[in-house]
């Protein structure tokens, strides 16, 4: 198994805090007002501050003084929309007054109190290197063969240069073997709506200014990797010429979604967390008012769970806890959601359904929950109390199903091992 195909396994959260920790690029949460308020180590070695000096700060203070607060919040309702704002090059100042060139990327994330997780990458190094580049011609053809970046040069619609490091990134041995080809053949073209600039430089050649873009790269191999492209038409002697640096970002961009599925999933269970799924509920509510569909809202607890954590220990009840959680999401279709809302209580979401198809999923799954759990090899019975509240029936606004639901929940715990529909 090559190292892409094992990144796509789940991380636990051990190494999630891992990654947290010991990237060297600087990542932080910005909630709705667009203030910090969570940041990882290498946001204070490459800015300067502390979470304690900037958390809750209207003024970000290493934005740079031309930066106006307009400006900010323009950025910010980009983000309220829920569009991402990509790898963009910027400068922001270090604590110690000095002036760093920044690789900035924003993915909107807008669930709860979260608004997005940037993440800053350091490049003032390579920002130099770029312009003693262009400052000292004759060193050109040494720092391109050496750079860490592919490097391609396109003209006439195909490749005619390709760096060792292009010629590396692109699964080749030779650079024969990509040469007279065009970069657009290996970019994947389900992202051709996102590449529409990328294709008018490539194709006509034109002389259209590009800011970095992030596309998904399929090598000679079979390989799929993310890259970071970015694209400079150059006019020599009437004839444009692309040259175009690419780089792996396959590593960062998988590190920044699992970031993402922090921010929206309960560490413990792995199911959603309480404001994700109300986003979804939300979300389902406007779908059903447009299709006309049913929806079910399923409220659900373990009976008795604070005996068995008091008696048997939290170690028995987070255990108990992950394969309630399992059970549920083996019981429910691929549409549906399960979230947990804190402590043993938990909430699904069964889509495009009526009552009647509701109580046999429901009994099934009910069954299924009441099957002993097997525990460090000793069998544990738990029993679970459900609670069902029908979309419109019942309700037609997030607040209103869960108070439904949670009567309905109230109603089934009085028996214990029961199930309960709000209305009849």
């Given at each position: 198994?090559?190292?892409?195909?094992?990144?796509?396994?789940?991380?636990?959260?051990?190494?999630?805090?891992?990654?947290?920790?010991?990237?060297?690029?600087?990542?932080?949460?910005?909630?709705?007002?667009?203030?910090?308020?969570?940041?990882?180590?290498?946001?204070?070695?490459?800015?300067?501050?502390?979470?304690?000096?900037?958390?809750?700060?209207?003024?970000?203070?290493?934005?740079?003084?031309?930066?106006?607060?307009?400006?900010?919040?323009?950025?910010?309702?980009?983000?309220?929309?829920?569009?991402?704002?990509?790898?963009?090059?910027?400068?922001?100042?270090?604590k110690n007054g000095t002036i760093k060139d920044?690789?900035?990327?924003?993915?909107?994330?807008?669930?709860?109190?979260?608004?997005?997780?940037?993440?800053?990458k350091d490049i003032t190094d390579e920002k130099?290197?770029?312009?003693?580049?262009?400052?000292?011609?004759?060193?050109?053809?040494?720092?391109?063969?050496?750079?860490?970046?592919?490097?391609?040069?396109?003209?006439?619609?195909?490749?005619?240069?390709?760096?060792?490091?292009?010629?590396?990134?692109?699964?080749?041995?030779?650079?024969?073997?990509?040469?007279?080809?065009?970069?657009?053949?290996?970019?994947?073209?389900?992202?051709?709506?996102?590449?529409?600039?990328?294709?008018?430089?490539?194709?006509?050649?034109?002389?259209?200014?590009?800011?970095?873009?992030?596309?998904?790269?399929?090598?000679?191999?079979?390989?799929?990797?993310?890259?970071?492209?970015?694209?400079?038409?150059?006019?020599?002697?009437?004839?444009?010429?692309?040259?175009?640096?690419?780089?792996?970002?396959?590593?960062?961009?998988?590190?920044?979604?699992?970031?993402?599925?922090?921010?929206?999933?309960?560490?413990?269970?792995?199911?959603?967390?309480?404001?994700?799924?109300?986003?979804?509920?939300?979300?389902?509510?406007?779908?059903?008012?447009?299709?006309?569909?049913?929806?079910?809202?399923?409220?659900?607890?373990?009976?008795?769970?604070?005996?068995?954590?008091?008696?048997?220990?939290?170690?028995?009840?987070?255990?108990?806890?992950?394969?309630?959680?399992?059970?549920?999401?083996?019981?429910?279709?691929?549409?549906?959601?399960?979230?947990?809302?804190?402590?043993?209580?938990?909430?699904?979401?069964?889509?495009?359904?009526?009552?009647?198809?509701?109580?046999?999923?429901?009994?099934?799954?009910?069954?299924?929950?009441?099957?002993?759990?097997?525990?460090?090899?000793?069998?544990?019975?738990?029993?679970?109390?459900?609670?069902?509240?029908?979309?419109?029936?019942?309700?037609?606004?997030?607040?209103?199903?869960?108070?439904?639901?949670?009567?309905?929940?109230?109603?089934?715990?009085?028996?214990?091992n029961h199930v309960e529909f709000h209305s009849?």
């Open positions: 198994m090559n190292k892409f195909a094992k990144m796509k396994s789940q991380p636990t959260l051990e190494e999630y805090l891992l990654i947290w920790e010991n990237t060297n690029d600087a990542i932080f949460i910005l909630q709705t007002d667009g203030s910090i308020i969570q940041a990882n180590p290498a946001f204070t070695d490459i800015l300067g501050w502390t979470i304690e000096e900037v958390e809750d700060l209207s003024r970000i203070p290493f934005f740079m003084d031309d930066f106006t607060q307009e400006e900010h919040e323009v950025h910010l309702n980009i983000l309220r929309s829920g569009t991402s704002i990509p790898y963009f090059e910027t400068k922001r100042k270090h920044i690789l900035a990327s924003y993915r909107a994330i807008n669930k709860g109190d979260v608004l997005a997780v940037a993440m800053y130099m290197a770029k312009h003693m580049l262009r400052m000292a011609e004759s060193c050109y053809q040494t720092l391109v063969d050496n750079s860490p970046d592919a490097i391609i040069v396109q003209s006439g619609g195909k490749m005619s240069f390709a760096n060792p490091e292009a010629v590396k990134m692109f699964g080749a041995n030779e650079p024969d073997q990509i040469i007279g080809k065009s970069l657009l053949d290996f970019i994947e073209p389900h992202h051709v709506d996102t590449i529409s600039t990328l294709i008018q430089i490539f194709q006509q050649e034109e002389m259209l200014k590009m800011e970095p873009t992030v596309e998904q790269l399929a090598r000679l191999d079979g390989q799929k990797i993310w890259v970071e492209i970015i694209a400079i038409p150059v006019k020599y002697e009437h004839e444009v010429v692309i040259q175009a640096i690419l780089r792996d970002v396959t590593v960062r961009k998988y590190y920044e979604d699992q970031l993402t599925y922090m921010a929206t999933h309960d560490p413990m269970t792995e199911v959603v967390n309480r404001s994700t799924f109300l986003v979804d509920l939300g979300k389902a509510i406007e779908e059903a008012k447009i299709s006309g569909e049913m929806f079910a809202l399923l409220f659900i607890d373990l009976d008795k769970f604070k005996e068995i954590n008091d008696s048997l220990g939290h170690g028995i009840g987070d255990t108990l806890l992950i394969q309630f959680a399992k059970r549920m999401k083996e019981n429910i279709r691929h549409r549906d959601v399960v979230g947990r809302i804190g402590g043993d209580e938990f909430l699904i979401l069964l889509r495009d359904i009526d009552k009647g198809k509701v109580e046999a999923l429901v009994k099934r799954m009910h069954d299924h929950f009441s099957q002993p759990y097997l525990i460090k090899d000793q069998e544990l019975l738990s029993t679970s109390s459900i609670g069902i509240a029908m979309y419109p029936v019942d309700g037609e606004s997030p607040k209103v199903l869960m108070q439904k639901a949670d009567i309905a929940l109230y109603k089934a715990k009085e028996q214990r009849t």
